[in-house]
């Protein structure tokens, strides 16, 4: 009867030319599910996924900015959230490392996460440093890949 229901929103959703809207919406509410079940990752994956098909969906933003807090809090203690830059340094040294240990999936979640980070504060332009690192990082990656 659930799955009648998400059919029927989606089919008027996709007819009224709101489909991303409510594919968005169905993303956030997965990504709630989730969190509250404490899977983090997929809870991350499912606001990702929100976020690019509405970048503007408030509540995806916001579960996401808790997701990422929580997770540089639990990797370098609390008090975290006011050192944003030291985190996203931290974070850009352990896919660095990872990658010398020949570990580019570790990698690439630090340095995705580093961008998430800087997504959520795009006004503070010291950010932008740390945030140019991660895609130096992300492309490092990306040759080593098409290498093999």
Not at 75 to 84: K, V, Y
Not at 127 to 148: F, N, Q, S
């Amino acid at each position: 009867m659930r799955a009648v229901a998400v059919i029927a929103v989606l089919l008027v959703a996709g007819i009224l030319g709101l489909a991303p809207v409510g594919l968005a919406e169905l993303d956030y509410l997965r990504a709630n599910r989730h969190h509250r079940a404490g899977d983090l990752a997929k809870a991350q994956s499912a606001c990702e996924s929100a976020l690019r098909r509405r970048p503007a969906h408030a509540g995806a933003r916001a579960l996401l900015k808790t997701l990422l807090s929580s997770r540089v809090r639990e990797s370098c203690g609390n008090g975290a959230e006011d050192q944003t830059p030291y985190h996203m340094d931290w974070l850009n040294a352990t896919g660095f490392r990872s990658l010398e240990r020949g570990d580019p999936e570790a990698a690439e979640t630090s340095f995705r996460s580093v961008l998430g980070l800087a997504a959520l504060e795009p006004w503070r332009i010291s950010l932008k440093a740390h945030e140019a690192r991660a895609r130096e990082g992300l492309e490092r990656i990306a040759a080593m890949l098409e290498d093999r």
